[in-house]
């Protein structure tokens, strides 16, 4: 074919793909789905350049940059549909400026758009599409080049229904008679058609009146569990702590929050709410409830810096001096738990310092003497690292996560353990997680909620005080 003959492009099938760094961090495997589906994909130089230095940090998002190094290997002379482009074209990029990434890329970008339309040589794809989860590069993109599709990463993307789901179930002229279970619970029989469409492991407030009053402490509290509805203690507690609603009417979720921290059925929890409904508190609460069942407790929380990037490094002190600021929300929790304790004159003596050493080691200098501390705080990459068997392992402020990085931690648990996500999926502190729909915790949120093992429960009441109960309504 002669490079000057036109070609009609709305009957070819297959597209190029030009994705750039964000996709290949947020979905390793991003380019072996763009191959499966026939088409072409060039790589541009510097998002290779950009992945190595991800890697080579020691970053919560390292693994991801190296995983993506190793498939960009096996497949640079592998498979013939995928090229690594080091062209630029600069030409009335009068902004461009080499020391930007971004514009590097945009630079490539627009070299492989007219290496297809004018210079047609690549006749067998229909359009160039340029996939990317930065919003800015997406309109930079469109502005100057608008023949090309410019598009967000779409692949497993959280369906819209978690954001806007059922935090529970109401039921009226509830009438059905409670038995008693051998495991010492009341429950009945579940029967969709009579009770509504109810999640497993959902709850349902129930009353026998024809109207529904939230705020009825008669109300009967039951949840999901196969073909029973079970009745929630309206006693139930983790350890010194007890549902908490600071005024406004009955905190229901925390029931719920409790019931199901304490249930050793659910292996994997996602506590879901703003600041201040007691997340953090209620998962360490429950913690210290059940230390017994399990040989140690490990909390974790994305270390987030200001500035976008890794800086372990410059912080004084070893690991786990550096990761201080990071971890004291958790202390502050196990604090606020031993000053009730102390109040309610707990018989058992225990202490903070009896459970912890130093930020999670036996390096102990708080005046603890615990060598082998029943609580760790770790870095999230030992989490993912190593398998955990007969473990509770608490991760804080889990918004921060990518999809592959929450995968990767769910499936390092091992028997007999417990993972418990705490986060605000509106609060979003990791740039390149743009929204409230482009996260780990969301992500899986929507793919395992529905299952025996996983509990999901939205707090909606912020119980710190009233000023945070406002700014989270209103800011």
Same mark, same amino acid.
């Given at each position: 074919?002669?490079?000057?003959?036109?070609?009609?492009?709305?009957?070819?099938?297959?597209?190029?793909?030009?994705?750039?760094?964000?996709?290949?961090?947020?979905?390793?495997?991003?380019?072996?789905?763009?191959?499966?589906?026939?088409?072409?994909?060039?790589?541009?130089?510097?998002? *290779?350049?950009?992945?190595?230095?991800?890697?080579?940090? =020691?970053?919560?998002?390292?693994?991801?940059?190296?995983?993506?190094?190793?498939?960009?290997?096996?497949?640079?002379?592998?498979?013939?549909?995928?090229?690594?482009?080091?062209?630029?074209?600069?030409?009335?990029?009068?902004?461009?400026?080499?020391?930007?990434?971004? !514009?590097?890329?945009?630079?490539?970008?627009?070299?492989?758009?007219?290496?297809?339309?004018?210079?047609?040589?690549?006749?067998?794809?229909?359009?160039?599409?340029?996939?990317?989860?930065?919003?800015?590069?997406?309109?930079?993109?469109?502005?100057?080049?608008?023949?090309?599709?410019?598009?967000?990463?779409?692949?497993?993307?959280? &369906?819209?229904?978690?954001?806007? @789901?059922?935090?529970?179930?109401?039921? %009226?002229?509830?009438?059905?008679?409670?038995?008693?279970?051998?495991? #010492?619970?009341?429950?009945?029989?579940? /029967?969709?058609?009579? !009770?509504?469409?109810?999640?497993?492991?959902?709850?349902?407030?129930?009353?026998?009146?024809?109207?529904?009053?939230?705020?009825?402490?008669?109300?009967? *509290?039951? &949840?999901?569990? #196969?073909?029973?509805?079970?009745?929630?203690?309206?006693?139930?507690?983790?350890?010194?702590?007890?549902?908490?609603?600071? #005024? #406004?009417?009955?905190?229901?979720?925390?029931?719920?929050?409790?019931?199901?921290?304490?249930?050793?059925?659910?292996? @994997?929890? $996602?506590?879901?709410?703003?600041?201040?409904?007691?997340? %953090?508190?209620?998962?360490?609460?429950?913690?210290? !409830?059940?230390?017994?069942?399990?040989?140690?407790?490990?909390?974790?929380?994305? @270390?987030?810096?200001?500035?976008? =990037?890794?800086?372990?490094?410059?912080?004084?002190?070893?690991?786990?001096?550096?990761?201080?600021?990071?971890?004291?929300?958790?202390?502050?929790?196990?604090?606020?738990?031993?000053?009730?304790?102390?109040?309610?004159? =707990?018989?058992?003596?225990?202490?903070?310092?009896?459970?912890?050493?130093?930020?999670?080691?036996?390096?102990?200098?708080?005046?603890?003497?615990?060598?082998?501390?029943?609580? +760790?705080?770790?870095?999230?990459?030992?989490?993912?690292?190593? %398998?955990?068997?007969?473990?509770?392992?608490?991760?804080?402020?889990?918004?921060?996560?990518?999809?592959?990085?929450?995968?990767?931690?769910? %499936?390092?648990?091992?028997?007999?353990?417990?993972?418990? $996500?705490?986060?605000?999926? $509106? +609060?979003?502190?990791?740039?390149?997680?743009? /929204?409230?729909?482009?996260?780990?915790?969301?992500?899986?949120?929507? =793919?395992?909620?529905? !299952?025996?093992?996983?509990?999901?429960?939205?707090?909606?009441?912020?119980?710190?005080?009233?000023?945070?109960?406002?700014?989270?309504?209103?800011?």
């Amino acid at each position: 074919m002669n490079s000057k003959e036109k070609i009609n492009y709305d009957q070819l099938l297959t597209n190029i793909i030009v994705p750039d760094t964000s996709v290949l961090i947020r979905d390793p495997k991003s380019l072996l789905r763009f191959l499966k589906e026939d088409n072409l994909v060039l790589l541009p130089l510097h998002v *290779l350049i950009e992945i190595d230095n991800i890697k080579d940090r =020691k970053a919560d998002n390292s693994p991801e940059a190296r995983e993506v190094s190793a498939i960009i290997e096996k497949y640079q002379y592998e498979h013939e549909k995928f090229q690594i482009v080091s062209n630029l074209s600069r030409k009335n990029l009068n902004f461009y400026d080499g020391q930007k990434g971004d !514009h590097v890329i945009l630079a490539t970008l627009k070299y492989i758009y007219n290496a297809m339309y004018k210079k047609n040589l690549y006749r067998k794809y229909a359009k160039v599409k340029f996939i990317s989860q930065d919003r800015n590069l997406r309109i930079l993109a469109r502005q100057i080049l608008p023949e090309v599709i410019v598009e967000q990463y779409k692949f497993d993307k959280p &369906v819209k229904e978690v954001k806007s @789901a059922k935090p529970f179930v109401k039921i %009226t002229y509830f009438n059905d008679e409670l038995v008693d279970s051998k495991q #010492g619970f009341k429950y009945c029989k579940y /029967d969709e058609k009579k !009770h509504g469409k109810i999640l497993e492991n959902q709850l349902a407030i129930c009353t026998k009146n024809s109207y529904f009053d939230k705020n009825d402490i008669t109300n009967i *509290l039951l &949840v999901r569990k #196969g073909e029973i509805l079970k009745e929630i203690d309206k006693s139930i507690k983790a350890d010194v702590l007890t549902p908490y609603s600071n #005024g #406004g009417g009955i905190n229901w979720m925390q029931y719920l929050a409790f019931h199901h921290l304490l249930d050793p059925e659910i292996k @994997a929890l $996602f506590l879901v709410g703003t600041a201040g409904t007691g997340k %953090t508190l209620m998962s360490i609460a429950a913690a210290v !409830h059940m230390r017994h069942d399990y040989n140690s407790i490990l909390c974790s929380r994305p @270390a987030v810096f200001m500035s976008n =990037k890794d800086e372990y490094g410059f912080l004084p002190g070893d690991l786990n001096e550096k990761m201080s600021p990071w971890v004291e929300p958790i202390k502050q929790a196990f604090n606020f738990l031993s000053d009730i304790r102390r109040k309610s004159n =707990k018989k058992d003596n225990l202490r903070y310092e009896d459970l912890f050493g130093e930020n999670g080691s036996s390096n102990n200098k708080t005046g603890g003497n615990c060598e082998n501390p029943k609580f +760790q705080i770790v870095p999230l990459n030992y989490i993912r690292g190593t %398998t955990h068997h007969n473990k509770i392992l608490i991760v804080d402020e889990a918004q921060n996560l990518s999809p592959h990085q929450i995968k990767t931690i769910i %499936t390092r648990m091992g028997e007999n353990s417990k993972i418990i $996500f705490t986060g605000d999926p $509106f +609060q979003i502190d990791v740039p390149k997680l743009k /929204d409230e729909s482009d996260n780990g915790m969301m992500y899986a949120i929507s =793919k395992l909620k529905n !299952h025996p093992m996983i509990g999901v429960v939205h707090l909606e009441k912020a119980v710190r005080s009233k000023l945070s109960e406002l700014a989270g309504e209103l800011l």
